[in-house]
């Protein structure tokens, strides 16, 4: 199963998950994540649904670059790992 690393950026505002999903789809793991944590998503998503600016998302080590729609494949052994985007001097 594809597996979610929430990292530790997001550790510091609230608990953080590592979730193991059958989902085919990153738009699906992401609400099924999300539908017992509105907080979560809260910190991922903005109220359009889509991927707020400060977030980022790597699958397998390639960035998401669809912020809307969210419907990059998953294979049954991917890596997505969810981060907030650092910045700062």
Same mark, same amino acid.
């Given at each position: ?22 989902? %085919?789809? *990153? #738009? ?7 539908? $017992? ?7 991922? /998503? &903005? !109220?359009? %649904?889509? *991927? #707020? ?7 397998? $080590? ?7 729609? /969210? &419907? !990059? ?17």
């Amino acid at each position: 199963m594809a597996r979610l690393v929430f990292t530790q950026q997001l550790a510091r505002f609230i608990p953080v998950p590592t979730v193991e999903t059958a989902a %085919g789809r *990153l #738009r699906d793991a992401l609400d099924a994540t999300f539908e $017992g944590n509105a907080l979560l998503r809260g910190y991922v /998503l &903005d !109220d359009q %649904g889509h *991927l #707020r600016e400060n977030v980022a998302i790597f699958i397998d $080590g390639r960035r998401v670059v669809d912020r809307t729609r /969210l &419907d !990059d494949p998953l294979k049954n052994d991917s890596m997505v790992y969810i981060l907030q985007a650092l910045s700062g001097g």
